[in-house]
């Protein structure tokens, strides 16, 4: 409930505002004691309203009511903060200070007055709010739990022919193969599965499909659903109906039972506990729930099996606490199933679409993205339409209000209502946010919690700061398989994220029912607002009909902007937005185009825009925090007046960016990406070491040497002292390849630091600072040279997940790769001239992903090729790039054969990918007089350098 969000935030700054001096004006402390009194109780209240499932018609209209009213209040309070008392009651500076706050109060008295107006009037309307609640006797309606008899949905899914499914022999056999391993050896033990993932995506049918397929090889089987509030008693008793053998009279004997849930588990075990049972636990949504549940489970050695469902990772989790049990995250449908289950529901037989509607099917497929749930709803209201292009185009350029008003789609509308509902109420406005955004958008990640802590939809926690909330609160939904991840590091941190189409159509929906936001675009896109707008998206492509944003009335109290698409032709209005927190201009703006109003917007916390320069104004932001800058151009200039933003927390900048003057007295800044020191101010280089709240830093350095000797000094300097600090992410970057030795002796050692990452810069040997690195996990290292002495430090570093090494050995000794190193590495990544790894026996134990990249000349040239990959347990995806520039043929054919050779040898089914290209990037670095003439030539090209544009391909940039 977006109200509650709206609430915590501004009982927050009510508080605030008490203990500070602006509130000492006379009356008003006494009316802001009297709002933050009356608004705690009705918070109260609206946690009992979020707790329901179905709230009537007077509980929504009070809470919107609130909801508005909260909005107002923060507005005024906000206003009164920036525009009245900034600085009023500062200094005791003797007669100058006396006439200067007696001038101010002058020039602020008529809005002092209008401010003073309006308290009393937001008082007002606070009084009758509460006499509602009191009128209408709300706390009574909330305390009543309730819900309205609804079929379950689940149910169709139980009783689906199997002739009727699509796409789901894959994951049931894969199933039912895991489950019955071991039976001819006789290891008996218990097994739990547990499926989980997206709402929809089939996990009841999955389970159950399993089933059909294995369940009478068991004594005795059972499935029961759980639900958001389970009634163990029911389920239990469930559980125990099903398992009694036949000719029980479970009547007769329940008469003498005590039916609590301690007496039902007893009688399930005691049952259960000399038998081969078969149990599915459908749809859990807590792990507290399966604590209870499998109490009723016992771990026999018969063979039992159990399965249980859920949308949320954490649960499917702790269900498989042991290391025979397994988790497995279902899937979305693949296009081809997809289509398969759309036209055999529609037309009877996967062949059946007519020609004329083969385009617009493929739309809504693409709407639907996999997911089977959407698949058959959507196939239900086009089998009762016309097969004709603008019925089905109908449906699939209005699925929004189609979801709302369409019968047909309820079943899919209460699936996905489920998850939204039982988030908690401080996740609710956080996943409401992502209806800013457009369909397929991808939405990354540092840019969404910094919008949330600007829009005060996220609060400090005891013992973490605001951004580890918000990214606890991003975790939980990824967990709860609200949004989708799509770019994730090997650490399981997901960078980018989407949402799926029919769950960002729910959430419009909601969003428009609160009036959280209100969209601007081409129809049906656009929403029409219902009341004063709170949050604007514009949302265009290229030669749609574009709305003027001031066509929108009560722009005054727009709290976020964002444009999305083609904006240019639109006149940005700036001048209305009195309480802007978000403007975020994700187009291209002309230099014709006036940003110095920007400045003016005293309560922006959040600015990110794509323009040629900024204005020398933007000093004047004093409440930004996070300012995301696309400059067009490389070695983009900030102005001066940066260093006024005191508490600007983010400051990033595309295309290399040069630090700006006095950064050092930005102590705020958090994050500092892409700015390249060979071309900003020496004493900004200096002066950077003065951060010491700063965590990730991105920097270039384009310089074999400087014009001034001391970038090199300063720069070192500055590291040195952010490596005591909080630095925890350092990238260093450059054009072409450029040695950094000057930094291969930080001291001390940056020991927080989770990501060192390099990129064409690099050193001559491994940097020894690296080795006490006892909390990094992601690390791109570049080196001239790489001895055993080197790699065996890089060993081992304890928690290293991800490692990047490029390399030319220029020798014919392999790099070995022992058994006692890189315990936890998930990726490894070499680039070399040559194929000369050797993999021991028991080394990297859990490597998932090997990727290697050599000249096809070197098996040939060196007798050398990679070997020892057998000994990788837990690889499952080999990816192999051979750069074949002056190759023979014969070359190529032996550098093939080879690796496929070694890769044969691995006891598992590998995922391979072995391409070929024709250039190779490691260039100049190979002729250092080891190799002649002719091998050279073999080895190099003409770019002197790696290639770019690959690299960015395999990074994902």
């Known amino acids: 409930m977006e109200a509650q969000g709206a609430m915590d935030s501004l009982l927050k700054k009510l508080t605030n505002l008490l203990v500070e001096e602006c509130a000492r004006l006379k009356g008003v402390r006494r009316e802001i004691r009297f709002l933050r009194s009356e608004l705690n109780n009705m918070h109260a209240l609206l946690q009992k309203c979020a707790a329901m499932e179905n709230p009537d018609i007077q509980v929504k209209t009070w809470t919107k009511e609130l909801r508005e009213l909260s909005h107002d209040i923060e507005d005024c309070v906000d206003e009164y903060v920036h525009g009245v008392d900034t600085n009023d009651h500062h200094g005791h500076g003797g007669i100058k200070e006396f006439f200067r706050r007696c001038a101010r109060r002058l020039k602020t008295l008529c809005t002092r007055h209008r401010i003073a107006n309006q308290i009393q009037e937001l008082k007002a309307r606070v009084v009758e709010v509460k006499d509602q609640r009191e009128r209408y006797k709300l706390d009574d309606v909330a305390g009543s739990s309730y819900t309205s008899l609804t079929i379950d949905p689940r149910m169709g899914a139980l009783f689906t022919e199997e002739a009727h499914l699509v796409g789901i022999d894959g994951p049931r056999d894969d199933l039912v193969s895991w489950l019955m391993e071991g039976e001819a050896e006789h290891l008996n033990h218990r097994k739990v599965l547990s499926i989980y993932g997206f709402g929809g995506l089939g996990k009841t049918t999955l389970a159950n499909e399993v089933r059909r397929k294995i369940g009478p090889q068991f004594g005795c089987a059972a499935l029961v659903s759980v ?181 047909d789609l309820e079943g899919m509308k209460t699936i996905l209502s489920l998850s939204y509902n039982d988030l908690p109420h401080y996740l609710k406005p956080c996943l409401l946010y992502l209806s800013i955004f457009p369909e397929d958008y991808d939405i990354e990640r540092g840019s969404l919690v910094r919008r949330w802590i600007a829009e005060g939809l996220v609060s400090e926690d005891y013992g973490q700061n605001v951004e580890d909330v918000a990214e606890s609160y991003f975790n939980e939904l990824i967990n709860r398989s609200m949004i989708l991840p799509v770019d994730i590091d090997y650490d399981g941190r997901v960078r980018v994220c989407r949402v799926h189409d029919m769950m960002l159509e729910l959430m419009k929906s909601k969003a428009r029912e609160e009036n959280f936001l209100t969209i601007i675009g081409p129809s049906p896109i656009s929403t029409k607002p219902k009341g004063v707008v709170r949050r604007l998206s514009i949302q265009y492509n290229d030669g749609d009909q574009k709305l003027a944003p001031q066509e929108v009335t009560s722009l005054n109290h727009v709290r976020s902007f964002s444009t999305f698409g083609d904006c240019l032709n639109q006149t940005l209005p700036f001048a209305y937005f009195r309480v802007l927190r978000v403007l975020s201009l994700d187009c291209e703006l002309n230099e014709d185009v006036d940003l110095k109003i920007i400045c003016k917007l005293n309560q922006l916390k959040y600015l990110r825009l794509n323009a040629f320069k900024l204005p020398a104004e933007i000093g004047e932001l004093q409440c930004l925090e996070t300012l995301e800058w696309c400059s067009f151009s490389w070695n983009s200039l900030l102005p001066d007046g940066i260093s006024r933003l005191q508490h600007l927390r983010h400051l990033l900048v595309d295309n290399e960016g040069m630090l700006p003057k006095d950064i050092g007295s930005m102590q705020a800044l958090r994050t500092l990406s892409q700015f390249n020191i060979c071309d900003s101010p020496v004493n900004a280089v200096q002066e950077l070491g003065n951060l010491r709240n700063l965590r990730e830093l991105s920097i270039s350095w384009d310089e074999d040497e400087p014009s001034d000797a001391r970038y090199k000094e300063y720069l070192s300097s500055s590291l040195s002292k952010l490596s005591s600090c909080s630095l925890k992410s350092l990238s260093i970057l450059s054009a072409r390849p450029i040695p950094v030795d000057f930094l291969a002796s930080l001291s001390p050692p940056p020991c927080l630091l989770q990501r060192f990452w390099m990129w064409n810069s690099y050193f001559q040997r491994c940097p020894k600072w690296i080795a006490p690195l006892d909390r990094l996990t992601e690390l791109k290292l570049d080196v001239w040279e790489l001895e055993d002495e080197d790699l065996d430090l890089l060993a081992h570093l304890p928690v290293l997940l991800q490692f990047h090494l490029w390399v030319v050995p220029l020798r014919k000794e392999k790099i070995v790769i022992k058994e006692t190193g890189f315990r936890s590495l998930v990726l490894f990544l070499l680039w070399s001239g040559l194929p000369c790894l050797s993999f021991q026996e028991k080394s990297m134990p859990k490597l998932e992903t090997l990727k290697l990249m050599y000249s096809a000349c070197g098996a040939e040239l060196y007798g050398s090729t990679h070997s020892g990959i057998q000994h990788l347990k837990s690889l499952k995806n080999v990816h192999v790039e051979m750069y074949t520039a002056g190759a023979i043929q014969s070359n190529i054919e032996a550098a093939h054969r080879n690796i496929n050779h070694e890769i044969a040898k691995h006891p598992s089914n590998l995922k391979t990918n072995i391409t070929i290209s024709s250039y190779i990037y490691f260039g100049e670095v190979m002729n250092d007089g080891n190799v002649d003439e002719e091998d050279s030539a073999h080895l190099t090209d003409n770019n002197g350098g790696k290639n770019q544009d690959e690299d960015n391909k395999l990074y994902g940039h």
């Open 227 to 407: 639900s958001q509030k389970p009634d163990f008693k029911k389920i239990l008793w469930g559980i125990l109906s099903r398992i009694t053998p036949k000719g029980t009279n479970l009547r007769s004997e329940r008469e003498t039972w005590d039916e609590s849930e301690t007496m039902l588990i007893e009688k399930i075990r005691e049952i259960l506990q000399d038998k081969r049972y078969f149990i599915i636990i459908d749809d859990i949504w807590s792990a507290s729930a399966w604590d209870v549940l499998k109490c009723a489970l016992p771990e026999n050695k018969n063979g039992s099996r159990v399965i249980t469902t859920t949308r949320i990772e954490s649960v499917a989790k702790a269900c498989c606490s042991l290391p025979s049990d397994r988790c497995y995250k279902i899937e979305p449908l693949s296009e081809l199933h997809s289509r398969m289950l759309l036209f055999k529901r529609v037309f009877g037989h996967v062949d059946g679409c007519p020609v004329q509607i083969t385009h617009v099917s493929d739309d809504i497929l693409r709407k639907c993205t996999g997911l089977p749930l959407a698949i058959v709803s959507i196939a239900s209201l086009l089998a009762s339409r016309s097969n004709t292009k603008e019925q089905w185009e109908k449906v699939s350029t209005s699925t929004g209000s189609v979801l709302q008003e369409n019968h």
